[in-house]
C-alpha cells in the first residue's frame, strides 16, 4: 500500500448537486430494493413498517405463505390496516372489517355480502421478496418504472463453509447516509470504538482504494484494531467494503489467521430524519469457534457506539464537499458523495440486465 500521506484527497471538479442530500425531494430514491426488517418476525399478525416515509403494513396470509406487503391504509376510510388481523388466510381491516387475500384483492365486505364491489376497493400492493433471511421491498410503482437494480448481491449467504448469523434491527435517529457514510469510515474506528475493538493508540489507516463498480462502489483498507467478537488482542482488519446502492453495505473482513467475517448491512431510510439497520454477519468459522452469542455481544455494543456519536451530528447529510473538511482518510466518505450526487443528478446508470 502506498503512503496515505502522498496521495491528493479528491477529485478537484466542482460539486454540480445540491448541498444538502433530502430523500424526499428525489423520487429515484423510491426505485431501490430496501430491508424492511427480518422475515422471521412476520407472521400472519400485520406489522408496520416506513420506508421513504410511506408507511406499510406486511403480513402472511397463513404462516408459510410468502410475506404480502401493501400501503398501510384502507381504501375505505383509511384505517391503518397494521392495526387489522388475518382470519382465514384475509387481511381484516380493523375499521369496519374488509377483507383482502395475499394480492390485495377485495374478498369480503362484511356489511353487504354478495353485493357488487366498489371500484378501487383492493390494496395498493408494494413488490416484495424474502432474501438473506429478510424482507425486501421496493415502492417504485410500474408508472414510475419500477425497480431500477436488483437486491444486493451476497455470495457467501448459503455457501458451502460459511455460516449464517441474523442480528438485529437497529433504529437510528440520524439520515441513512450518516449510517452508511460511517460504515465505510475507517478513521472513525480508533475513536468511536476505543472501549470495544478500537485500538486508540494505532489510530493510522492506510490507504483505501476506491473503485466504481456497477453497484456503487467497493473500497480495500486496512485497520489494525484491539481485538474481535469474543476475543481480546491487536489484529489487523483487511476489508473489502462494498456499497450497493443507495445505502447497504457489504463488509468482508479477512483476518491474518485466514477467518472470513462478512457483515451485511442493510440499510433502510425510515424518512428523511431516521434510518433502520437490519444486520445479519456471515462467518467461516463455527458455532463451536466462536458463540454467535458473542457476536451478538459484540455488535450490539459496537452499534451502540456508533449510534450514539451519529445522533449528536447535525440531522441533515451534507453533499457538497465544500461544507466540511477532508483528510486523506476520508477517500471513501467523497467517492461515496460523489456517486449520491451522480445518483440525484441522474448522471448514474443503472448496471445492464
Ligand atoms: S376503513 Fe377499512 S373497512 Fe372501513
Ligand atoms: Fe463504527
Given at each position: 500500500?502506498?503512503?496515505?500521506?502522498d496521495?491528493?484527497v479528491g477529485?478537484?471538479?466542482?460539486?454540480?448537486g445540491?448541498?444538502?442530500?433530502?430523500?424526499?425531494?428525489?423520487?429515484?430514491?423510491?426505485?431501490?430494493?430496501?430491508?424492511?426488517?427480518?422475515?422471521?418476525?412476520?407472521?400472519t399478525g400485520?406489522?408496520?413498517?416506513?420506508?421513504?416515509?410511506?408507511?406499510?403494513?406486511?403480513?402472511?396470509?397463513?404462516?408459510?405463505?410468502?410475506?404480502?406487503v401493501?400501503l398501510?391504509?384502507?381504501?375505505?376510510?383509511d384505517a391503518?390496516?397494521?392495526?387489522?388481523?388475518v382470519?382465514?388466510?384475509?387481511?381484516?381491516?380493523?375499521y369496519?372489517?374488509w377483507?383482502?387475500?395475499?394480492?390485495?384483492r377485495?374478498?369480503?365486505?362484511?356489511?353487504?355480502?354478495?353485493?357488487?364491489?366498489p371500484?378501487?376497493?383492493?390494496?395498493?400492493?408494494?413488490?416484495s421478496?424474502?432474501?438473506?433471511?429478510?424482507?425486501?421491498?421496493?415502492l417504485?410503482?410500474?408508472a414510475?418504472?419500477?425497480?431500477?437494480?436488483?437486491?444486493?448481491?451476497?455470495?457467501?449467504?448459503?455457501?458451502?463453509?460459511?455460516?449464517?448469523?441474523?442480528?438485529?434491527?437497529?433504529?437510528?435517529?440520524c439520515?441513512?447516509?450518516?449510517?452508511?457514510?460511517?460504515?465505510?469510515?475507517p478513521?472513525?474506528?480508533?475513536?468511536?470504538?476505543?472501549?470495544?475493538?478500537g485500538?486508540?493508540?494505532?489510530?493510522?489507516?492506510?490507504?483505501?482504494?476506491?473503485?466504481?463498480?456497477?453497484?456503487?462502489?467497493?473500497?480495500?483498507?486496512?485497520?489494525?484494531?484491539?481485538?474481535?467478537?469474543?476475543e481480546?488482542g491487536?489484529?489487523?482488519?483487511?476489508?473489502?467494503?462494498?456499497?450497493h446502492?443507495?445505502?447497504?453495505?457489504?463488509?468482508?473482513?479477512?483476518y491474518?489467521?485466514g477467518?472470513?467475517?462478512?457483515m451485511?448491512?442493510?440499510?433502510?431510510?425510515?424518512?428523511?430524519?431516521?434510518?433502520?439497520?437490519?444486520?445479519t454477519v456471515?462467518?467461516?468459522?463455527?458455532?463451536?469457534d466462536?458463540?454467535?452469542?458473542?457476536?451478538?455481544?459484540?455488535?450490539?455494543?459496537?452499534?451502540?457506539?456508533?449510534?450514539?456519536?451519529?445522533?449528536?451530528?447535525p440531522?441533515?447529510?451534507?453533499?457538497?464537499?465544500?461544507?466540511?473538511?477532508?483528510?486523506a482518510?476520508?477517500?471513501?466518505?467523497?467517492?461515496i458523495?460523489?456517486?449520491?450526487?451522480?445518483?440525484?443528478?441522474?448522471?448514474?446508470?443503472?448496471?445492464?440486465?
Amino acid at each position: 500500500m502506498t503512503s496515505i500521506a502522498d496521495r491528493p484527497v479528491g477529485r478537484a471538479t466542482r460539486h454540480a448537486g445540491p448541498d444538502h442530500l433530502v430523500l424526499s425531494e428525489h423520487p429515484v430514491f423510491r426505485r431501490f430494493w430496501y430491508a424492511t426488517g427480518f422475515a422471521a418476525a412476520v407472521d400472519t399478525g400485520p406489522v408496520k413498517r416506513t420506508v421513504l416515509g410511506v408507511d406499510l403494513v406486511l403480513w402472511r396470509p397463513e404462516s408459510t405463505a410468502p410475506v404480502s406487503v401493501a400501503l398501510d391504509r384502507c381504501a375505505h376510510r383509511d384505517a391503518p390496516l397494521s392495526r387489522g388481523w388475518v382470519a382465514d388466510c384475509h387481511l381484516v381491516c380493523p375499521y369496519h372489517g374488509w377483507e383482502w387475500d395475499a394480492d390485495g384483492r377485495t374478498q369480503r365486505i362484511p356489511q353487504t355480502p354478495g353485493a357488487p364491489l366498489p371500484t378501487k376497493s383492493g390494496l395498493t400492493m408494494v413488490a416484495s421478496q424474502e432474501r438473506y433471511g429478510m424482507v425486501w421491498v421496493c415502492l417504485a410503482t410500474e408508472a414510475e418504472g419500477g425497480p431500477i437494480t436488483g437486491v444486493p448481491e451476497v455470495p457467501q449467504y448459503g455457501a458451502p463453509g460459511w455460516r449464517a448469523v441474523p442480528e438485529y434491527e437497529w433504529p437510528f435517529a440520524c439520515t441513512a447516509m450518516h449510517l452508511l457514510e460511517n460504515n465505510l469510515d475507517p478513521g472513525h474506528v480508533a475513536f468511536v470504538h476505543r472501549n470495544t475493538f478500537g485500538d486508540i493508540d494505532r489510530p493510522e489507516v492506510t490507504d483505501t482504494v476506491v473503485t466504481r463498480e456497477p453497484y456503487g462502489l467497493s473500497s480495500y483498507g486496512e485497520i489494525p484494531v484491539g481485538g474481535r467478537p469474543g476475543e481480546v488482542g491487536t489484529t489487523l482488519r483487511c476489508t473489502v467494503s462494498q456499497l450497493h446502492l443507495p445505502f447497504s453495505a457489504h463488509i468482508h473482513i479477512t483476518y491474518p489467521d485466514g477467518l472470513q467475517h462478512v457483515m451485511v448491512k442493510a440499510i433502510t431510510p425510515v424518512d428523511d430524519r431516521t434510518c433502520l439497520l437490519t444486520q445479519t454477519v456471515l462467518r467461516t468459522d463455527t458455532e463451536a469457534d466462536r458463540p454467535a452469542a458473542d457476536i451478538l455481544a459484540f455488535d450490539d455494543e459496537v452499534e451502540a457506539e456508533d449510534r450514539d456519536l451519529l445522533e449528536s451530528l447535525p440531522a441533515d447529510f451534507p453533499l457538497a464537499p465544500h461544507l466540511n473538511a477532508h483528510a486523506a482518510a476520508d477517500r471513501n466518505s467523497l467517492a461515496i458523495r460523489r456517486l449520491w450526487t451522480d445518483l440525484v443528478t441522474g448522471r448514474w446508470t443503472p448496471p445492464a440486465g
